[in-house]
């Protein structure tokens, strides 16, 4: 299904974050010398679009959901879901996660964006009005306003094998 103007701006950030776990993934078997690397990574997405993320969800299309009783149980999968990544990036902050936590978290980070993407978002779109997505979409785009176009670029560790490392800024402006 199409996903509806008033969701996208979750569904960009959640392609963002699936990047990294793609990423993560690719680089599996991630020597013990490039974990602090990785970690200020998801440190870093964490700070600047997954904090805020969470807390929209939490204040605007989790409660959107709730007047549906098919949705409650999602719903609360999706906030335990919530308390658990949060707890891996604080692990990542205090460069506490290992190479197979690292593999954990990026299926873990995975799934519950699929689960939201595939579950919540598709069913919303079936349940609420125009109206409705246009409350949700009125208030991601006040709470996500100054991240919203947020691009982290990989570092020279955490890059893809294989890709052209990102030009200088003085070089992508020729």
Not at 2 to 6: S, T
Not at 18 to 24: E, W
Not at 142 to 155: F, G, Q, R, T, V
């Given at each position: 299904m199409?996903?509806?103007?008033?969701l996208?701006?979750?569904s960009?950030?959640?392609?963002r974050a699936?990047?990294?776990?793609?990423?993560?993934d690719?680089a599996?078997?991630?020597?013990?010398?490039?974990?602090?690397?990785?970690?200020r990574?998801?440190?870093?997405?964490?700070?600047?679009?997954?904090?805020?993320?969470?807390?929209?969800?939490?204040?605007a299309?989790?409660?959107?959901?709730?007047?549906f009783?098919e949705?409650?149980?999602l719903?609360?999968?999706?906030?335990?879901?919530?308390?658990s990544?949060g707890?891996?990036?604080?692990?990542?902050r205090?460069?506490h996660?290992?190479?197979?936590?690292l593999s954990?978290?990026?299926?873990?980070l995975?799934?519950?964006?699929?689960?939201?993407?595939?579950?919540?978002?598709?069913?919303?779109?079936?349940?609420?009005?125009s109206?409705?997505?246009a409350?949700?979409?009125?208030a991601?785009g006040?709470?996500?306003?100054?991240?919203?176009?947020?691009?982290?670029?990989?570092?020279g560790?955490t890059?893809?094998?294989?890709?052209?490392p990102?030009?200088?800024?003085?070089?992508?402006?020729?």
């Open positions: 199409l996903r509806d103007k008033n996208i701006p979750l960009h950030q959640h392609q699936l990047a990294l776990c793609v990423r993560i690719r599996q078997p991630i020597p013990e010398h490039d974990l602090d690397a990785w970690q990574e998801i440190e870093q997405q964490y700070q600047e679009e997954v904090e805020s993320h969470f807390a929209v969800e939490e204040r299309v989790f409660p959107a959901a709730r007047p009783p949705l409650i149980p719903v609360e999968e999706l906030l335990s879901d919530h308390r990544l707890a891996v990036f604080f692990q990542a205090s460069r996660l290992s190479s197979e936590g954990d978290f990026a299926k873990q995975s799934g519950h964006i699929r689960k939201e993407e595939r579950q919540l978002f598709e069913r919303l779109q079936e349940l609420l009005d109206e409705q997505l409350v949700i979409g009125s991601l006040e709470a996500l306003k100054d991240n919203i176009h947020a691009c982290n670029l990989a570092n560790t890059q893809l094998r294989g890709a052209k990102a030009l200088p800024e003085t070089e992508s402006r020729k």
